[in-house]
């Protein structure tokens, strides 16, 4: 009988790995153990089946990339966009580029030949990799461009694009759009990037597209919740479950870390706590790497628990940053906060929007 994960087989642990689809070793005892159909995987999710409650999103990116646009995903830390990329980048039989640690064209020429050389996409010309790294580090965009005209109809899909700071890269986007047959998708803030676009020559607004991916509702997180303990055979009170809903506010990441510590047999008590804590370490270290308003912000949002307004910020944010920041900066900053999909601007009122951001340590 086909295998069919919306009836759960794999749960069925009694199953023999013969009764499976054809798995050999090492794999026929990760499938008893039901790791391929773990939802509460801590990894980004690569495969379709294993991505819960995203198929809106998963058809409007595509949709997008056949009707010629780039989307850009944009979302809270630990939400779903590189799981998201991942899967469309591999079902399109694209190229994935983690590219939070390339500022500059030539950072990211050199992670494009990386994936080349890796040998999963090939060019239609014969590529010289020595040749086109030395030219790489002299003529970056010249050489970008060769390369990415040499690829036809391929997906380049560019995660947590945010760190790219490099002036010649809307140039080298409106190339790639105007003359060759690469589809490109993003993720991150792009407020750079966009900044960058909307000031360059070139008329680059077209192609790019927003799609926001939200963090699930309650009723969304508590299926997946459901399902994911459902597939390791561990019950849950609906109770607890609606606990950690509201704790882990709909974060896929938080939730997932959640069920993998359910499913590990912790009590609901200790997978709470042991995620919690975690989770907070998670945050705080976010939270020093923003600047230094930012933090403050951050840091007064999360004293005021469920939000506020601006002038709640304004009051205490001043004993966070040390000093009275002016009006200009303060707004500036919760518009870079937002920009983030840190912040949530509802009415007149912010709020965080992980949970987990308001537990951490003020002092
Ligand atoms: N729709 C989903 N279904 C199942 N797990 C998910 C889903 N979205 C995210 N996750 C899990 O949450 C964690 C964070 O996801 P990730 O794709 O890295 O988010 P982001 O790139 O937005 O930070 C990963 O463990 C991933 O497996
Ligand atoms: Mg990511």
């Given at each position: 009988m086909p295998w069919n994960p919306r009836r759960g087989e794999v749960l069925t642990m009694r199953g023999n790995v013969g009764d499976s689809p054809k798995l050999k070793p090492p794999y026929a005892n990760s499938w008893r153990r039901g790791w391929f159909m773990n939802l509460f995987d801590t990894r980004p999710k690569e495969d379709r089946k294993l991505l819960f409650g995203r198929e809106r999103e998963l058809d409007e990116i595509e949709r997008m990339l056949d009707s010629g646009f780039w989307p850009v995903l944009i979302g809270p830390p630990r939400v779903g966009k590189t799981s998201l990329m991942k899967v469309i980048t591999k079902e399109r039989k694209g190229i994935y580029i983690d590219?939070?640690?390339?500022?500059t064209a030539t950072d990211l020429g050199f992670r494009l030949v990386d994936e080349l050389q890796g040998g999963r996409v090939k060019a239609h010309i014969q590529l010289d990799f020595k040749m086109v790294r030395i030219e790489l580090k002299t003529q970056p965009v010249n050489t970008l461009e060769k390369i990415i005209k040499s690829l036809g109809d391929v997906l380049i899909a560019v995660d947590e694009a945010q760190s790219l700071n490099d002036t010649r890269i809307p140039a080298l986007l409106s190339v790639i759009y105007n003359e060759s047959r690469v589809k490109m998708m993003f993720s991150g803030s792009m407020l750079r990037l966009i900044k960058l676009i909307t000031k360059s020559?070139?008329?680059?607004?077209?192609?790019i597209q927003m799609i926001e991916v939200k963090p699930f509702s309650e009723e969304v997180s508590r299926a997946f919740l459901e399902e994911g303990l459902r597939r390791c055979g561990v019950s849950a009170e609906p109770l607890e479950l609606a606990e950690a809903v509201r704790v882990f506010g709909g974060i896929p990441g938080w939730l997932s870390y959640y069920g993998a510590k359910r499913c590990a047999r912790f009590s609901h008590a200790d997978a709470l706590k042991e995620v919690s804590a975690t989770a907070k370490r998670v945050v705080e270290e976010e939270v020093k790497r923003l600047g230094p308003l930012e933090e403050a912000i951050v840091k007064a949002l999360a004293m005021l628990g469920v939000g506020g307004e601006w002038k709640h910020i304004m009051a205490l944010v001043g004993s966070f940053y040390g000093k009275q920041p002016d009006r200009k900066s303060l707004s500036r900053s919760l518009k870079s906060l937002v920009d983030m999909r840190i912040v949530e601007k509802t009415g007149e009122r912010y709020t965080l929007i992980d949970p987990m951001y308001r537990i951490i340590n003020n002092f």
């Open positions: 590219a939070s640690t390339c500022a020559p070139q008329t680059l607004g077209r192609p």
